[in-house]
């Protein structure tokens, strides 16, 4: 399964939120054995998200949006959406029964634009939070406060599968240009991809679907560098 995440925010762009909710997405869809194959963010601009979601509803399996849900002015994320598939946006009635059960809102209560949803799309609930989410097509709309995007992903997560992946790290003290020949020949003898990441040390990457196979592949490793210490 390839999925594209999409992150929608002005204050992302300009660094004044840090965007912890693309690298919790990725981690969590990754787990679940899917291909995350684009992160994007966007900017608070229907056109600029309607134009993003049209294209990868297209080109991935899934697309996973949050960010911009509720009824204030910079809060265009659904309209965007409903945009990209040529729908309307329609007071979802499955919101507002689900806000008066288990919210204590009243419809009246409301502010205009709450449970305002895609038309036909399916409605998701917000369990730490007001806006609901919804999925239209196979396009994810979660919120963008992390909290509530991670209760409101858990509603859904079982519907995101593909072969899981078994990773190993190995850290070492050597420079990554010096590991080369033994990233090939690690890769030669094991069926498992590399990827290395320095930073005060190396970190190297051994993913494969045989667990056996990143296991051996990490001992053969771990006794062919030096392993860095803390």
Known sequence: MQVAVVTVGDELLAGDTVNTNAAWLCEELTARGVSVERVTTVPDRVADIARVVNEYHAEYDAVVVTGGLGPTHDDVTMEAVAAAFGR??????????????????????????????????????????????????????????????????????????????????????????????????????????VGSYPGDHVRIKLAGADEEAVESAAAWLEARVDLYEE
């Not at 009243?106 to 806006?131: I, K, Q, Y």
């Not at 097509?137 to 409101?152: C, D, R, T």
């Not at 519907?159 to 030669?188: C, K, M, N, W, Y």
């Open 88 to 193: 309307s946006l329609e007071r979802n009635a499955d919101a507002e029964e689900w806000l008066e059960a288990n919210g204590g809102y009243s419809a009246a209560d409301l502010v205009e634009g709450t449970t305002d949803l895609p038309a036909g799309s399916r409605m998701l609930p917000n369990d730490e939070g007001v806006a609901p989410g919804a999925v239209v097509g196979s396009v994810y709309v979660l919120p963008g406060v992390p909290g509530e995007m991670k209760a409101m992903f858990a509603r859904v997560a079982d519907e995101f599968d593909g072969e899981r992946t078994h990773v190993r790290f190995v850290h070492t003290s050597e420079p990554e240009s010096s590991l080369i020949e033994r990233f090939e020949a690690v890769q030669s003898a094991f069926d498992v991809t």
